[in-house]
């Protein structure tokens, strides 16, 4: 071969090589990235979702991301900080992090929408405001969707402040795509699990299968009958795959009925354990549930549109248990043994539709459900207190005594409920709302 037809040749192979490499960017610039938008953007949930999503984990490192940040004209600074320390993190997946702070551009393409909690400036007195304040942002977001979102977007609902009621306007105002809207729970079921963690002195991780029924920032129910403990330090000891029931663990029954789920209370009333990392968190996973499945033979609550499932009513958003698998979510009607008292989920159905119905103004007033023992109790208690002024103080003392220890809980509960119900505005409590969730109550299946 002659130098010339060499050099010929070497020239022919460099042009295909180059042509090759422009192709290969060209097909690249075809494939688009997983278009995700986050709502209320300048919440810490956000702060601590970024980092997650960007990491891979979420998705998959094959997946590449473009993220938009949505929130009102006045956050429009913070975003723009956000943007830059989202890009320092030179993130593989990032394709493109940006802000959106135009009400009619909001979900242009989207196929993953993240609902956080939204903050409001205007005083709310009563709790039937704040319930109806709800269904103007989520008419909004609903007919945004529907117009400029994708035929494929997904919905995911997260925070802790009316969280099923968001979950099932959002549901009523875009109904194209009401099948790909859920509600996060995983939040309340690592605070279950954590919390018992602490009682066993084993981690959190290695507590599996709570599950949550009910109204996931509100009135629910915590059923621990097929939760199991793993890598459980005892006597007896097996493989990692070897799990006991935890209730076989916990020998004192009392402190299940009473302080788990008393402190469990708390915990979604203040807030304090269910901040930005959690709720973060709870998101990230049950995104990567919906789109790599669930771990085989793990219950994972969820809260999804009933369809008469397990009694449930139809038409409200319920938590209850599923799996996820195949890119959507199967719920678990075939589990044995989680029958839930007509009493109990008369009380979570209840104040869920109440809810509803209230935001809708179909209704008036909200009114808290109480069963017939609770009112009974309520109008002994009430018998004992109207007396002569004269004699107020001593028929008091005479009858502390006579009044069950339970009973008198329950008087320190409802006081503490009813002044939860008082008149209030934002400027006394936190912008997110979360004091009006306190008149909320907590069950838990020993």
Known sequence: MTTELMQVIAQENLRTHIEKEQEEEALKTCVNPLQIWITSASAPACYNLIPILTSGE???MQTEISITLFDNKQAEEHLKSLVMETQDLVSPVLRS??????????????QVIVVLDDTTDKEVFTLEDCLRSRVPLCRLYGDLIEKNADESVRVIVGGKTFVNLKTVL???????????????????????????????????????????????????????RKTKVYRYESAIWGPLHYSRPLLNLIFDSEWVKREFVETLKNLTATGRQ????????????????????????????????????????????????????????????DLKDIEISEQIMTRMTSDLIQEKLVALGDKIHFQPYQSDTELHKKDKRISLLITDDSQEGQISDEHKDLVPDEEQDLITSDTADFQNLSPQTTSEKPQSLEFLNDFESKTVEP
Not at 104 to 110: K, P
Not at 198 to 204: E, G, H, N, S, Y
């Open 58 to 60: 979420v998705f998959g």
């Open 97 to 110: 992090v940006s802000i959106c702070t135009m009400v009619e551009e909001a979900f242009r393409q989207a």
């Open 170 to 224: 959002l549901m009523r105002y875009a109904p194209r795509i009401a099948h790909s809207i859920i509600a996060v729970a995983l939040g309340v079921e690592g605070e279950a699990k954590a919390v018992l963690a602490r009682k066993l002195k084993t981690t959190p991780s290695y507590i599996k299968d709570v599950i949550i029924w009910g109204n996931i920032s509100g009135n629910n129910y915590v059923d621990l």
């Open 274 to 333: 269910f901040g930005g990392i959690l709720a973060a968190h709870s998101i990230a996973t049950t995104l990567k549930y919906w789109y790599h499945g669930s771990p085989p033979g793990e219950i994972v609550s969820l809260g999804i549109l009933s369809e008469g499932q397990f009694g449930i009513p139809e038409g409200i958003v319920f938590s209850m248990p599923v799996k996820f698998e195949n890119g959507t979510w199967v719920v678990l009607t």
